[in-house]
């Protein structure tokens, strides 16, 4: 059994869950096998369990706010925000806020990207979830966690539906906390 069978082995709803991710091989690019994550949003079960499951990790920690990052992190963090009653933040691709933003610039498994937050939506010393659908490279939510830093925040942790081990993502968000669901 190795570490990520045991993380998932905590019963048959995990299994649920996972049954719901489809893998989509050479997309984008040749090579990468793409976790789809359509079909567990799809089922509302395996996606009420990936919610109730990262939910239970942060109940009582005091999140002021939820960091979405563009497009699936918008999907868990709304949701998640919701049952933190924390405010919800959208990290986006450029050109799709119309206020005036703050930008970082990031590289991903793939490519060279972008994100932009609102400048004044992270309080001064507000306590952040950055939420995303899968952790790769970590790329994207450490970028994320720039935006926060910019405006005065405190990433307190990252929560992710999808965890890609083998690219070591995790090691490069630590010494922050990180949560996923599942595990590959």
Not at 115 to 120: P, R, V
């Amino acid at each position: 059994m190795t570490a990520s069978d045991t993380r998932d082995s905590s019963g048959d709803h995990l299994a649920h869950a996972r049954a719901a991710i489809r893998d989509i091989p050479d997309f984008p690019t040749p090579g990468i096998v793409f976790k789809d994550i359509t079909p567990l949003l799809a089922d509302p079960r395996a996606f009420h369990i990936v919610l109730d499951s990262m939910a239970e990790r942060f109940i009582g920690e005091h999140i002021d706010a939820v960091v979405g990052v563009e497009a699936r992190g918008f999907i868990f963090g709304g949701a998640l925000a919701a049952r933190l009653n924390a405010s919800f933040v959208p990290a986006r691709k450029p050109g799709k806020l119309p206020a005036a933003c703050d930008r970082v610039t990031y590289t991903t498994e793939y490519s060279n990207a972008e994100l932009e937050m609102h400048k004044g939506s992270i309080k001064e010393g507000a306590r952040c979830l950055v939420v995303d659908d899968v952790l790769a490279t970590g790329g994207t939510a450490r970028a994320a966690a720039e935006l926060v830093h910019r405006q005065g925040g405190y990433v307190m942790a990252y929560a992710f539906a999808i965890e890609l081990g083998f690219l070591g993502g995790r090691e490069r968000l630590l010494p922050v906390r990180v949560e996923s669901v599942l595990h590959y």
